[in-house]
């Protein structure tokens, strides 16, 4: 449950009012309610759909049918396994399952203490730097199973000695996926 019934008001009233005269744009509120709270809450929701006019269970037949949304609070960290096509090739499933044996969750589940969700995502964009996990926005390349260990805070002296530094971040997610879109021999902001 959200603190303060005003301030979740407020938050989603500006949701809202940006996407309440625009056609077919329920699901783009959804994910402003999702990126601002980590899930959809129910108190959000409710708000959101008294304030775009959309019944309750318009909104809960958005959340539920699209695996994207989450209807509970996930982990403080939310590691994200990409099983896109060039990631799978090169390892994903192995690392899922890796996380998933060292976490104790099964991918969509939150760990007891609410410090990991274990989560799989179907393409991150960096295909190039396959295979990728996230943890939150700080995307993970080439990812060893010693380095999953690492960031996972699993690992011992050893297997962080292996992967050559404890948090093998090599950017924010955003930055990554343009990094690997820029043109050969230019940067990611695309000068030469």
């Known amino acids: 449950m959200i603190d303060s019934k005003t301030k979740v008001d407020d938050e989603v009233a500006a949701i809202a009012k940006r996407w309440k005269t625009k056609r077919g744009s329920l699901i783009m509120a959804l994910h402003a309610l999702q990126d601002r709270y980590g899930y959809v809450p ?12 959309v019944p309750l269970a318009r909104i809960y037949e958005v959340l539920t049918f699209y695996n994207y949304f989450r209807l509970e609070k996930p982990g403080d960290k939310v590691v994200s396994v990409c099983l896109g096509t060039a990631c799978y090739l090169k390892g994903a499933p192995q690392l899922l399952e890796q996380a998933s044996n060292e976490l104790g969750i099964k991918p969509g ?8 969700h274990l989560q799989v995502v179907r393409c991150v964009g960096c295909c190039g730097l396959a295979p990728v996990v996230t943890v939150n926005d700080h ?54």
Do not use: C, F, W
């Open 139 to 192: 995307l993970l390349a080439k990812v060893t199973p010693e380095m999953l260990s690492a960031q996972l805070g699993k690992g011992d002296a050893a297997a962080i000695a292996i992967a050559g530094r404890p948090t093998p971040v090599i950017a924010t997610a955003s930055q990554a996926v343009a990094k690997s879109a820029a043109p050969a021999g230019t940067t990611h902001d695309g000068q030469a």
């Open 42 to 53: 129910r108190d959000a929701a409710m708000s959101l759909g008294a304030q775009m006019d």
């Open 109 to 116: 589940e939150t760990t007891k203490n609410n410090e990991y």
